[in-house]
């Protein structure tokens, strides 16, 4: 590998459902550089043992530079926002990350490779789509590898391993994804569908709303030490999660709503 002094044994990249964090007691600010997208967020790339324990703050004499990220900025406002209070315009977020975390696999990915990596990531591990797709038929037909040329062949002529396909699915219930529309999901549908989409378990931490629901608060992917390749968790964080989890909204129509 490109780092062969790295003294940890994986990464978690970890992304964020932003309803759910805005979604408790304690609230959210909005940064300083607008609302953000209803779309997951980056919290960070965490260097981590394979023991379940992990290095941090491993270098008190790097400091986050925001100059070495000018051309990352308007990608990490997007995809990485904070929603702290106060508002901030990401800089306190970001240097938290790297002092902690960042300082930690500073041996593989310095400053701008470290922050370019996890966007990378995030690019390469659309969760929102992959939520909303799961149970669809064009994934039950991915899982049943089926070639892109069957699989046009397929719904050109409504073929007998479409109508087995279509009985499948019935067979299943499953006939809606999974979207942030304030209704409950079945945590294991949630981690099949994130499983199938990427080849590995996700860890998954929930946290509470006001009323004392367990909502979907972040996932958690593994990822080699390079900071580029998805591998098999070799442990996952300990869950707070309760079996049915809200999947609540952060857009238009839920602005507003208290619960
Ligand atoms: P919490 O207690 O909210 O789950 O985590 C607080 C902070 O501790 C996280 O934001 C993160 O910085 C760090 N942390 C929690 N769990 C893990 C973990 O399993 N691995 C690593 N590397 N950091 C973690
Ligand atoms: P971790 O949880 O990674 O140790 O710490 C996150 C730190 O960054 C916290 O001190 C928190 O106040 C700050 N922070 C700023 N913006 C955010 C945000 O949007 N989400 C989270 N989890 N922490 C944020
Ligand atoms: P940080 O210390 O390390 O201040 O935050 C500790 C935990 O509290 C983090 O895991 C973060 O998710 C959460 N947190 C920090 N600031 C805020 C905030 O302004 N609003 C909410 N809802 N959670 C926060």
New binding site residues.
Partial sequence: TQCASQDFDFFYFVQ?WPGS?CDTKRG?CFPSTGKPRADF?I??LWPNYKDGSYPSSCDRDSLYDPSMLSDLKWDLQKNW????CPS?NGD??WG??WN??GTCSESCLNQHDYFASALKLKRKINLLRILANSGKIYDLAHEQRIQPSEQASISRSFSAIYILLLIRMVLKCVCAGIKPDGRFYSLNRIKKAIREATGFIPGIQCNVDGDGNSQLYEIYICVDVNGSELIRCPVLPRQRCKSTVEFPYFGAIGENSST
């Fill in positions: 964020s964090y959210c967020g919290h960070g926002p904070t929603l702290a901030g306190a977020f938290h990350e902690k975390h």
